[in-house]
């Protein structure tokens, strides 16, 4: 043959050699979505991680909560409370831009964020090459450099596809095809930092309109936006900042630090997957962050500790997010080898050096001291820790490697025989994935706008009533210079009386350049009364403090109510005697019911009364029933100045005979909260005097005799009785409510009373 013809199908196939297995996997990056029996990817849980631990270290686990932040409804983080922002995302993967399927997605600011750690990795070759950093470099020239023909690689990779079997990338290579010439095959020679925070490449792919700068400039114009698109800003500032926390992420991927390039799961030429990418999944990185210490007093969590004092020193001090991401990376490349990149003695004295030929980092060495017999893995101190590096696969562990042709230590079809495994990549991932948490924690601090709400005053005549107040942004991380909100035509605006929720669709807010201004007049609050308001900024409810307000004249309203509920609960526990044994029961009285008087009740002024004789309905068909209430209210109805309630049961001749009595007597309760949610009163003042009477021929209710349970004293507002002739009870709850409702809503009050 030829010898020139040889040499070229012999180019050919070595070409097929890597190009196969990298059209069968993806070019150097590891599979960025979940896999099966997981419910995240793990850049994606990095990023969930780093949100959770933001709000437990500044705010419910925290010594001192965050003024500011403690008003932020993050309690809602784990449910579906949150509402959904609606924006762009990648619906449809694929290895080039124009792969890529682009559609809407609802989600929650968290889950925006969670998703920017996946769409990082999309398109998945372009972005392969635009994921790497080498601090050890000078400046513009901590890009990718493992591949320096990665042009003839991508240039046989880039066919144009017409396979129907799309999916299967195998079956999609033509290399007779045309090459997609519309899309550059030149090494981009950007790094990741460069990349995630400017993201500006004149010439080279395309822009980052996901990066760092990009995000603060969209929550910018979310802020200032009063239009449709305000929640698609909200939602690419949300996904921006996620997928620069990929890039954090990537900082803590020995790889991603060493200048070393590799394919998904299988080689492809000089190209070897990186083992600890591809067995630090979901599981792993849950374990790692669960391993954090946590204070024994407190439970605290203390992500300080799980990290060495002088990293967590200099990420702190440092100033922007391409600083913070240099730290992290630094640390990485000092402590940890990539599969590439190990370089020292082993066991047996033999020289390691890089298997990719790349530059020799000083640190970290193997060296024979560090090998464990016992677990077959060389081990290192990694920022005060031990932690295993590497273990010796099979030919080497048995010192088979001479006997094959080769001296141990060097490489075998270029592998010296030493791998990083499970264990290897857990031991890994107990100091790298809190640093990985921490950076992200960082970066979540520095770009979640600081806000405030303020109700600073209500006022106007009955009906009329408005609210006014404040959305204020304190400049800091991010943003450093105030940003002036706007409501949107989704921006929700809720209200709370006394820590209740009105759910009324009538509740109107308008937010311009900060000021607020709702009108409160249909929603009929009287009284006085605790408010709270709640603007949702981003897709996060941030709430004002309780705002002290007294509203409208309730009198008015009460003249138009004829029916009354009273219901008193009281829970405890008490102690029961037997013949030989005693336990401790629950034990509950109840007062009255749901269901209102069965008699209208009568307005003179500021007195009511009502009185409903046997023939009433008190659907009790077994019982002979009496009942009265009478009371009155202050002169604008704003209180209970008196009340009582009398009710007697007598079973009918056919029944066993029993009798039941109660009576309840109130004194200067205030009244008040939403007529909405028909008047309901909560007693907080006074007390209520509550007669308990029984009568039963066979066992004693609740271990107590009738002439023992004649009367209980309750103070309201502790909850616990004064006297009592029951038996060793415990009062731990009581509540006591009163109603004014109207049986039919007049009709030009429909729901708003």
């Known amino acids: 043959m030829n010898p020139l013809k040889r040499s070229s199908i012999l180019a050919a196939l070595a070409m097929l050699t890597v190009l196969l297995p990298l059209s069968a996997v993806g070019v150097l990056a590891y599979d960025n979505q979940a896999r099966a029996g997981e419910k995240k990817s793990p850049h994606s849980t990095i990023n969930e991680l780093a949100i959770a631990t933001l709000v437990k270290t500044r705010v419910t686990e925290a010594n001192r909560p965050d003024p500011i932040l403690e008003r932020y409804q993050f309690q809602n983080l784990d449910s579906n409370k949150l509402r959904r922002l609606t924006g762009e995302s990648v619906v449809g993967v694929g290895d080039y831009r124009d792969d890529l399927t682009i559609g809407d997605k609802q989600l929650t600011f968290a889950e925006w964020i969670q998703e920017g750690g996946f769409t990082a990795d999309e398109p998945e070759i372009q972005m392969s090459l ?37 999916t299967l990338k195998f079956w999609n290579w033509r290399p007779w095809q045309t090459p997609r010439r519309d899309i550059p095959t030149a090494n981009p020679e950007t790094d990741a930092v460069y990349w995630a925070v400017r993201g500006d490449q004149p010439g080279r792919f395309f822009q980052n309109q996901y990066s760092w700068n990009r995000g603060v400039e969209y929550m910018q114009e979310a802020f200032a936006s009063d239009g449709k698109d305000k929640d698609r800003l909200f939602a690419k500032a949300w996904r921006a900042l996620g997928e620069t926390m990929h890039m954090m992420g990537d900082m803590t991927l020995p790889a991603h630090v060493r200048n070393d390039a590799h394919p998904g799961n299988l080689p492809a030429g000089q ?5 600890y990418e591809a067995l630090a999944r979901e599981d792993v990185v849950r374990a790692a962050y669960a391993g954090i210490p946590r204070d024994p007093n407190t439970g605290r969590l203390r992500l300080e500790d799980a990290i060495d004092s002088t990293l967590w020193s200099q990420m702190h001090g440092s100033q922007d997010p391409e600083s913070l991401a240099h730290t992290v990376a630094t640390f990485t490349n000092r402590y940890f080898f990539s599969s590439d990149t190990v370089v020292g003695v082993n066991r047996r004295g033999n020289v390691i050096t890089n298997l990719n030929n790349g530059p020799v980092y000083p640190s970290p060495l193997l060296e024979p001291a560090d090998f464990d017999e016992t677990l077959g893995s060389y081990k290192k101190t990694a920022a005060g820790r031990e932690v295993l590096m590497v273990t010796e696969k099979t030919l080497e562990s048995k010192g088979w490697v001479p006997w094959l042709g080769g001296k141990s230590g060097a490489a075998i079809g270029k592998d010296y025989g030493l791998d990083t495994n499970l264990d290897c990549t857990r031991s890994q991932a107990a100091v790298l994935i809190p640093v990985a948490v921490a950076g992200n924690v960082q970066l979540f601090d520095w770009f979640l706008p600081r806000v405030t709400v303020e109700i600073e005053e209500v006022s106007g005549d009955l009906g009329k009533e408005q609210l006014k107040g404040k959305i204020t942004h304190q400049p800091y991380g991010a943003y450093q210079t105030e940003m002036k909100f706007n409501g949107g035509p989704d921006t929700a605006v809720t209200l709370y009386v006394d820590g209740q929720l009105v759910r009324d669709r009538n509740l109107k807010a308008i937010i311009k350049d900060g000021e607020i201004t709702a009108d409160l007049g249909k929603l009929s609050i009287f009284g006085k009364v605790k408010l709270e308001i709640e603007v949702d900024v981003g897709g996060i409810p941030v709430r004002s403090a309780p705002f002290d307000a007294e509203l409208g004249d309730l009198l008015k309203y009460l003249h138009q109510t004829n029916r009354i509920k009273i219901q008193i609960n009281g829970y405890g526990e008490f102690t029961t005697v037997g013949p030989s044994t005693s336990k401790v029961d629950d034990m509950l009285f109840q007062i009255g019911s749901d269901l ?27 019982a002979i029933c009496n009942g009265s209430v009478s009371g009155s209210v202050s002169a604008k109805g704003l209180t209970l100045q ?9 079973s009918k001749p056919e029944f066993i005979p029993t009798s039941r009595g109660e009576s309840v007597t109130l004194k200067n309760v205030p009244l008040g909260g939403t007529a909405g949610i028909c008047a309901d009163v909560y007693a907080t003042g006074g007390r209520a005097y509550v007669c308990y009477g029984v009568e039963a021929p066979a066992a004693k209710p609740y271990g107590v005799s009738a002439e023992e349970a004649s009367s209980i004293t309750h103070d309201s507002d502790k909850g616990v009785p004064t006297t009592s002739t029951l038996k060793d009870p415990d009062w731990t709850r009581t509540s006591i409510k009163v109603a004014f409702i109207v049986e039919k809503w007049p009709d030009k009050w429909e729901t708003s009373f």
């Open 130 to 166: 635009l994921h790497f950093y080498d601090p050890t470099q000078d400046a513009g020239q901590r890009y990718l450099t493992d591949i320096p023909d990665i042009g003839r690689y991508y240039a046989m990779m880039q066919r144009r596809r017409s396979d129907p079997l799309k």
């Open 271 to 275: 190209l070897r997957p990186d083992p």
């Open 596 to 622: 209102p008087f069965p008699a209208e009740i009568r307005w003179d002024g500021t007195k009511f009364s009502s009185s409903a004789g046997p023939e009433a309905n008190w659907l009790q068909p077994g």
């Open 642 to 650: 008196e009340f009582t309630y009398q009710f007697t049961s007598q």
